[in-house]
């Protein structure tokens, strides 16, 4: 089975940027891109500079702002509001209403606007949802990861890197691109309001996970991002070199 291919076969670094204010210059040392599929900068001039560019969609959840919320809402699959992001709904995954509007809809539309390819986000929380109520929720994991093959099914040109997601991640790995590992060795506390270090065993199991994703696609490209107060120098270039000791592409 051929594997999803990056547009830069080595990446040395990559970005996340969900604003618009930085002109697509700050962007020319990246090797992949991440943006908000709504706002922001020149998609083609980063691309210009080398960059492979990708659109951020989010699967497991749908915030207020976005230009689809409204519809989503009007389906009837949303869930209950996320306690830490406010504004923001988990969405039915299981929902053929929600399958037909990512591939039909959503995945079209960051397309059509230059991305490469397409970041997926919050398929934690399909996962967590069935955890938490193994009845109510059943069959939430499975779809996600359906979803994910199908949207790669669907669109076989387009790159794909999911963020996180690790209980589903063997069902998917020959089916994407690259995956991000965040809140791998440090993490924020959104009720400390701070970065602090996972657990051991937290840690353990996701590099584990994420190396174990390599003899499935030999191909795959593994990213990390911790966090770290940046104005912590020494700190922040030990989790750069833990992480690229394990073999992974890292931001702090």
């Known amino acids: 089975m051929p594997y999803p291919a990056l547009g830069n076969s080595n990446p040395k ?6 604003h618009n204010e930085l002109p697509p210059s700050a962007f ?3 090797d992949i891109v991440v943006f908000d599929s709504e706002h922001h900068p020149s998609i083609q001039s980063v691309q210009a500079a080398g960059a492979t560019v990708y659109g951020y969609i989010s699967l497991g959840e749908v915030e207020q702002y976005r230009s689809h919320f409204e519809a989503v809402k009007k389906d009837g699959i949303l869930l209950r509001e996320n306690v830490n992001w406010p504004g923001s709904y988990y969405v039915d995954m299981r929902s053929r209403a929600w399958t037909e509007r990512v591939i039909y809809e959503l995945v079209p539309e960051i397309l059509r606007s230059g991305f490469d390819g397409i970041f997926i986000d919050t398929l934690d929380n399909p996962i967590e949802l069935e955890q938490e109520d193994p009845v109510k929720y059943r069959g939430m994991a499975d779809a996600a990861a359906m979803l994910v093959r ?3 099914a669907e ?3 387009t790159k794909i890197i999911v963020n996180r997601g690790y209980e589903i991640l063997p069902q998917i790995a020959a089916s994407i691109t690259g995956v991000l590992g965040e809140s ?8 400390e309001k701070r970065a602090k270090p996972t657990t051991k065993d937290d840690y353990t199991y996701q590099v584990d996970m994420l190396k174990s994703l390599k003899k499935i696609n030999p191909d795959l490209i593994v990213m990390t991002l911790d966090y770290w107060d940046i ?3 020494q700190r922040v270039r030990e989790l750069y070199a833990k ?3 394990n073999g992974f ?3 702090v």
């Open 231 to 233: 104005s912590d120098t």
């Open 249 to 251: 592409l890292p931001y």
């Open 13 to 18: 670094n990559w970005v996340v940027y969900y």
């Open 184 to 191: 791998v060795y440090t993490t924020y506390d959104f009720e």
């Open 28 to 30: 020319e040392d990246y």
């Open 150 to 152: 199908t949207i790669a």
């Open 243 to 245: 992480q690229r000791s």
């Open 155 to 157: 669109f076989p040109e």
